[in-house]
């Protein structure tokens, strides 16, 4: 039996497991280097489906883990399209615990209009389903190249998230809308308080737990049939049109007004260019209507 | 002003079930609604009231009382002035003298809160008399379990002096022989008694009583011409249980919102199962299920999910709270994996609580997590092999260990019991459960008021059978005679409940042993951090980390230790590994022979025994204590984020 300090030096295996074109021989050889350093705290390194697709070895890994019980603690770097790609539970699964998202999140070339809103939209979706899945996820809000009045829009949509991880940087000029960005970056921090804002599903119905008001008072909101799917299918951003097809002969203009209801509960929200996206993440086992109860 | 007739128009009569208090609020109360839905699918218009409700509002949701003080025998004893005529001031004395004697700070419960609790009970007696139009009723049934015998006569006779036509039925299992019967013989205000489970016979029951020919249907009591109480054929249990109808919770959940009582957060109650599997082999020699409905029936898988699904769409709900005595072993292996896939295909959110037996391994709570269940009940009891004996619970203490470090594993809250007290138990039993306790301060310590010493109690062999246990002078627990304050009532028919002497309540060593029972279980609760001795697994090694408090340290709950890391090698890590689930000291040598050599072996467990690491039996059986970090993880990862599970 040898007692050894608690923190133990982090291997980078990136290379091994995401560089090489077998995934079973890709995983053997980071269980040999890991029996060597008798370590199982591991960062991977950088994952980029750019240059190679990671499913195949963070399946395999997955399965040895199950099968052995192996306890890893896996982090690695990557970017929002990797992360989109492989899936918040795979990459669970493969025992990544943590997970640094790269180059930061908002600042992709732009092709539409909308594209800085849509953008955080879809990568703070991605951090919530990240957070759910009990990744913990390190990201940087990163508007380099938006127009101030782009800055301003996403700085109104923060507001939304205090119930998802803040992002640890904030990196560019703090000038213009970016001290509103700033301020609301700063607020997030300040106000944070995870799992306060859930759903959960059943048989035709989602119920939505809100525990964001001061005191922990729980409330919730049920909804059911149509207005039920609505609300888990702008689970990705979409415009009220898209939404509306969904609920065949109910029209788009009613369907705007029930989804406006849900943005005036702060269940929802909207961008300025009309796109709803749901804000609540997937219920814990764990959670009961009262904290404590049971 | 005269009694009032309700037999204005009998063809539109209906049938009015009652919950009194101190029925659970949080619950709708399976066995009314389930009885709503068989009347009402056989043409027999019935409706539920929920007294209960009332109360729970009266009371303002206060927490002990509702929480805790409800689930005390003697609370009923808030309602006998109103039945009894008794003075209140004795009864809110009594309930007083109880609390305060069964606190951890006596001083802490004020003589005024129970006098406002029995007016609260006068009161909540008011309202439902006043809120129900019984004159629509020609049968009000009762739904009697353990506190709510008082509080329903107290009703019952009220309504019976004001409309004397409408008939009183109880049932429930405060009914079950003699109890059912003595309450017909001592209560004049109710009409006819139903033994056991009335699934079966209450349509019949009710249109016999509407018509003029004598009750016919087996398991009844009733008065015949002379005033004598007498019974129909001996009842049987219910047995096609795929065949009952689903339960209908609406009007609970509408008298929840009409009355606004918003502190109340239920749960769901499923019938998956009656009976129990491991009861009808073997009784535990506490445990108070009849005989009668001991016999397991269990509910097909394909009747069970269409039951779980219709309850979860009919009432917008995904909390579930089984009432199965024990989980059918069978649903391992074929509903929860069927409730797993939902979770996994159509992102259902269903989560359970259970009550299991703690012969459970790692597939088990696996199978458990994955399909929702977050909290079970899995008795466990004591973690010593003799007494676990003297309970006849075919466990010993290693699988009790061996359960609670599955479910923590797995996140899944344990809402477990230990039971001291125990005829026939030794002073050595408690010198070896003492010294196990240290090897489990890692894991969940049983809930607040999970030590408890063995209560008597009706139907259970303990009392049936009080001789082959040298129990002697049985008699009703003291506090009847205040619930019931007339002498010609014969508690020992109407109790459930029994005090009883024994030659170890003599027995000056057993007493002290109890007492370090209680303060090793206070240090353990103190002790406990959760995640406190894990084990990280990687290919040829383990690494556990340990940051338990030691048992001597006086440290602020709330203080974390620090984390040795402790790394395990090559074959050892491999004998640690072997023993993630009960193995014997043999099948460990026989696994590692002409690799390891068995001295090796037996000092390297040797080693981990002297650390805590791992436990042996006294049998030489051995498991290792930490938990597999892994495990716990992924079972987080199920459910979304961080784990908790306290």
Avoid at chain 1, 170 to 192: F, N
Avoid at chain 1, 250 to 266: I, M, Q, S, T, Y
Avoid at chain 2, 455 to 462: G, N
Wanted: glycine content about 8%.
């Amino acid at each position: 039996m040898t007692t050894v300090t608690a923190t133990s030096a982090a291997v980078r295996s990136g290379q091994v497991l995401f560089g090489h074109p077998d995934a079973s021989t890709a995983v053997s050889l980071l269980l040999e280097r890991l029996r060597t350093l008798g370590s199982t705290e591991v960062e991977l390194g950088y994952m980029d489906i750019g240059q190679h697709d990671p499913m195949p070895a963070l399946e395999e890994l997955a399965a040895v883990r199950r099968s052995h019980l192996y306890g890893f603690r896996l982090s690695c770097q990557t970017n929002a399209a990797t992360a989109h790609h492989v899936g918040a539970s795979r990459l669970r699964a493969a025992g990544i615990y943590r997970l640094d998202l790269l180059p930061g999140i908002g600042g992709p070339a732009r092709t539409r209009e909308d594209e800085v809103e849509s953008t955080f939209l879809s990568d703070i979706a991605l951090v919530g389903t990240l957070h759910e899945q009990g990744v913990g996820v390190t990201w940087l809000l990163a508007l380099s190249g938006a127009s101030d009045d782009e800055v301003l829009a996403v700085s109104h949509l923060l507001p939304y998230f205090h119930h998802i991880p803040p992002p640890v940087a904030m990196p560019g000029d703090q000038v213009g809308q970016g001290k509103h960005l700033s301020q609301a970056v700063e607020d997030w921090r300040r106000l944070h308080q995870p799992n306060t804002l859930t759903y959960g599903r059943g048989p035709g119905f989602v119920r939505i737990f809100d525990r964001r008001a001061v005191g922990e008072v729980v409330t919730f909101v049920t909804l059911e049939g149509p207005q039920a799917e609505l609300f888990l299918a702008a689970r990705t951003a979409a415009p009220a049109h898209d939404l509306a097809l969904l609920a065949v002969g109910v029209g788009v203009p009613r369907v705007r007004r029930f989804l406006d209801v849900l943005v005036e509960r702060r269940l929802m929200c909207r961008t300025k260019s009309g796109l709803y996206q749901s804000v609540a993440t997937r219920r814990r086992m764990e959670e009961r209507w009262v904290e404590g109860d049971g | 002003m005269g009694p009032r007739t309700s037999r204005a128009a009998d063809a539109d009569k209906r049938v009015l079930l009652v919950l009194m208090p101190w029925a659970p609020p949080v619950f709708p109360g399976l066995g009314p609604a389930l009885l709503r839905s068989v009347l009402n699918r056989d043409g027999v218009p019935c409706d539920i009231y929920y007294a209960n409700l009332v109360f729970s509002r009266m009371i303002e949701g206060d927490s002990f009382f509702e929480q805790h003080f409800g689930k005390f025998a003697i609370s009923e004893l808030a309602f006998t002035p109103y039945y009894f005529n008794s003075s209140p001031d004795e009864a809110a004395a009594g309930l007083w003298s109880h609390a305060r004697g069964s606190a951890r700070d006596g001083s802490l419960h004020k003589a005024e809160r129970y006098r406002w609790l029995v007016s609260r009970a006068g009161a909540c007696l008011e309202e439902v008399y006043a809120s129900i139009p019984w004159g629509e009723y020609d049968i009000v049934g009762f739904s009697v379990m353990m506190q709510q015998t008082v509080p329903s006569l107290a009703l019952a006779r009220r309504i019976k002096r004001e409309y004397p036509d409408i008939r009183i039925l109880f049932g429930g299992p405060n009914c079950s022989w003699p109890m059912g019967e003595e309450i017909l013989k001592c209560f004049p205000e109710v009409d006819f008694v139903v033994e056991g489970e009335a699934d079966g016979v209450i349509t019949p029951l009710i249109r016999d009583m509407r018509s003029a020919r004598p009750v016919s249907v087996p398991g009844v009591y009733y008065r015949d011409g002379q005033g004598q109480v007498c019974r129909t054929a001996q009842g049987r249990p219910f047995g096609e249980v795929d065949t009952l109808p689903i339960p209908d919770y609406q009007p609970f959940f509408e008298q929840l919102e009409r009355l606004g009582v918003d502190h109340v957060h239920p749960y769901l109650q499923l019938e998956l199962s009656r009976g129990c599997c491991w009861g009808q082999k073997h009784h535990c020699s506490f445990c108070s299920l009849e005989d009668n409905l001991m016999q397991f029936r269990a509910k097909s898988e394909d009747r069970a999910l269409a039951e779980l699904l219709a309850l979860a769409a009919r009432h917008r709900y995904t909390e579930f709270f089984p009432t199965d005595s024990i989980i059918n072993h069978r649903f391992y292996a074929t509903l929860l994996p069927r409730i797993a896939e939902l979770r996994e295909r159509e992102g259902y959110d269903f989560t359970f609580f259970f009550e299991i037996k703690s012969n459970i391994r790692r597939e088990h709570a696996t199978a458990l997590r994955a399909a929702g269940v977050n909290a079970v009940q899995p008795g466990i009891e004591s973690f010593n092999d003799h007494i676990l004996a003297l309970m006849d619970k075919g466990s010993t203490g290693i699988r009790q260990m061996q359960c609670l470090k599955m479910l923590a594993e797995h996140g899944i809250v344990a809402n477990w019991n230990m039971i001291y007290r125990n005829p026939n138990e030794l002073p050595e039993d408690y010198r070896e459960l003492l010294s196990i306790i240290p090897f489990v301060r890692h894991l969940p310590p049983l809930h607040e008021e999970g030590l408890t010493p063995m209560l008597l109690m009706r139907f259970s062999p303990y009392f049936e059978r009080p001789i082959d246990h040298g129990i002697r002078n049985v008699r009703p627990a003291h506090f009847y005679s205040q619930v019931f304050p007339d002498p010609s009532i014969d508690l020992g028919r109407l109790a459930f409940y029994f005090d009883y002497d024994h030659d170890d309540h003599e027995d000056q060593e057993l007493a002290g042993y109890h007492l370090q029972l209680r303060a090793a279980i206070e240090r353990w609760r103190r002790c406990y951090r959760e995640n406190s001795l894990t084990q990280l697994r990687g290919p040829g090694f383990v690494t556990v980390l340990d940051s338990r408090v030691p048992e001597d340290a006086d440290v602020p709950p709330d203080e974390e230790m620090p984390t040795k890391s402790i790394r395990i090698d090559g074959g050892r890590a491999e004998i640690f590994a072997f023993c993630d689930e009960i193995r014997g000291e043999t099948e460990i040598l026989r696994a590692f022979e002409g690799r390891i050599p068995p001295g090796e072996i037996t000092g390297f467990l040797d080693e981990m025994v002297a650390a805590r690491l791992m436990y042996r039996s006294p049998k030489g059986q051995v498991i290792n204590l930490p938990l597999l970090l892994d495990v716990r993880e992924r079972s987080a990862m199920m459910s979304g984020a961080s784990s908790r599970t306290s």
